[in-house]
């Protein structure tokens, strides 16, 4: 069966990084894009930056410039380095494969000021 494991997730200061950490199992990873999103608390969850099966990335305007995912498909792994955390970044961050049914448990970010 399809597993999504999300890690690296903790609290940080503004303007610090993390990396977010995704492994997959139970599907042929190298042929699926990836994605990660986030959900703050009380709004709606929300997509922050994919990658296809060939490597090519998308981000949100939110993640531009500050955010970099990738994937390491001998060990079946995406990742989010996030830099330059904001406040306004403190989420729930979850791995999504290519946009269907098939979610992580999330992993918490907090970002204080």
């Known amino acids: 069966q399809v597993q999504l494991v999300e890690s690296g997730g903790g609290q940080v200061q503004a303007g610090g990084s993390l990396r977010l950490s995704c492994a997959a199992s139970?599907?042929?990873?190298?042929?699926?894009?990836m994605r990660w999103y986030r959900q703050a608390p009380g709004k709606q969850r929300e997509l922050v930056a994919e990658?296809?099966?060939?490597?090519?990335?998308t981000y949100t305007d939110s993640a531009k410039g500050r955010f970099t995912i990738s994937r390491d498909n001998a060990k079946n792994t995406v990742y989010l380095h996030m830099s330059g955390l904001k406040p306004e970044d403190t989420a729930v961050y979850y791995c999504?494969?290519?946009?269907?049914?098939?979610w992580g448990q999330g992993t918490q970010v907090t970002v204080s000021s």
């Open positions: 999504n494969r290519g946009g269907d049914i098939y």
């Open positions: 139970g599907f042929i990873f190298r042929l699926y894009a």
């Open positions: 990658i296809a099966s060939g490597g090519s990335t």
